[in-house]
């Protein structure tokens, strides 16, 4: 059932992209689904983002992402902020999709820019979101993660300034003297969200409204203890809580890491399922590496559901 989106405001914090459990023939797992987004809201996060990179979205067909809004929408009940990625290549195919979900009760879409090998000019760009936000009136977050087509602090601006309905970015790829840039020049009803898994920390210290990124999925309850730090200024044991996070995600990060994200959760009692081909499992050394250090972050308490 629709709803009115919650303000622009109400998306900050930990809002994690959830992971698409898989069954072994590569259908959606709607009871672990479920599972996830109870473990998610039990540790205190402050959304939920659904179909986005980490959920593998890019696999999914437009009536599989509906459906993973939908449970995801009764599980959540309004309480939180719910975001679904889409991650299409043409302006038709996003409407599409964006309407496909506004009656499911979201809240913004998170929307990656166009990712195959062309890059179109500034103005296409900006006419991109623009035909967008006019057919489905939700509030849009851009993913800017896209190696050839980056947005540049400026197009990103002025997108949010000449399209009403576009209230923020989630910047990717590593670069926090972009997120900074971006943090410095935003207005007090934009929302500038930091995807730099291995600098949750520095992203929230120079000003980030709130993280987006795959490290959440992994580590959810962590990554809450993180923002309650910076949000009391306890620098001191936010730097501390980010030394030992980093090494957990040294060892979840590779060209797999999809796979070793779902492990590292399953570590914590969630069941998450497998990947979708031809993403494989997580190997045998992938899963040495992150038990290795997993107690780093989490609690025997916390690891108790482990097998």
């Known amino acids: 059932m629709a709803r009115k989106p919650c303000a622009p405001g109400a998306i900050r914090g930990i809002i994690p992209p959830l992971v698409t459990p898989f069954a072994d023939d590569e259908t959606i797992d709607e009871a672990a689904l479920r599972l996830q987004v109870r473990h998610m809201m039990s540790?205190?996060?402050?959304?939920?983002?659904?179909?986005?990179?980490?959920?593998?979205?890019?696999?999914?067909?437009?009536?599989?992402?509906?459906?993973?809004?939908?449970?995801?929408?009764?599980?959540?009940?309004?309480?939180?902020p719910l975001i679904p990625g889409i991650i299409v290549n043409s302006t038709r195919e996003a409407v599409l999709r964006a309407k496909a979900l506004a009656d499911l009760g979201v809240d913004a879409l998170q929307?990656?820019?166009?990712?195959?090998?062309?890059?179109?000019?500034d103005d296409a760009m900006l006419q991109h979101f623009r035909?967008?936000?006019?057919?489905?009136?939700?509030?849009?977050l851009i993913y800017n993660v896209v190696p050839w087509n980056y947005l540049s602090p400026a197009l990103l601006l002025r997108i949010m300034r000449e399209v009403p309905g576009v209230i923020g970015v989630k910047q990717s790829a590593g670069d926090l003297k972009l997120l900074s840039e971006l943090v410095t020049a935003a207005r007090p009803d934009e929302r500038i969200l930091g995807a730099i898994d291995a600098l949750v920390y520095p992203c929230l210290a120079v000003g980030a409204h709130g993280m987006i990124s795959q490290i959440l999925a992994a580590l959810p309850r962590p990554c809450v203890q993180m923002w309650d730090l910076v949000e009391q200024g306890d620098h001191r044991a936010a730097l501390d809580l980010h030394k030992r996070m980093l090494q957990v995600w040294n060892a979840i990060s590779s060209d797999n890491?999809?796979?070793?994200?779902?492990?590292?959760?399953?570590?914590?009692?969630?069941?998450?399922?497998?990947?979708?081909?031809?993403?494989?499992?997580?190997?045998?050394?992938?899963?040495?590496?992150?038990?290795?250090?997993?107690?780093?972050?989490?609690?025997?308490?916390?690891?108790?559901?482990?097998?």
């Open 131 to 140: 035909d967008i936000q006019a057919e489905v009136g939700l509030p849009i």
């Open 111 to 121: 929307i990656t820019p166009p990712h195959y090998i062309f890059r179109t000019d």
């Open 43 to 80: 540790c205190g996060v402050h959304g939920i983002v659904v179909g986005g990179s980490a959920g593998e979205g890019f696999t999914l067909t437009l009536d599989e992402l509906r459906r993973i809004v939908a449970v995801t929408a009764e599980e959540v009940n309004g309480s939180l």
């Open 257 to 307: 890491r999809v796979a070793v994200t779902k492990y590292t959760l399953s570590l914590q009692g969630v069941p998450t399922g497998r990947t979708r081909r031809p993403l494989t499992p997580a190997s045998e050394r992938q899963k040495a590496a992150v038990r290795a250090v997993i107690r780093l972050v989490l609690n025997d308490d916390e690891l108790a559901a482990a097998a």
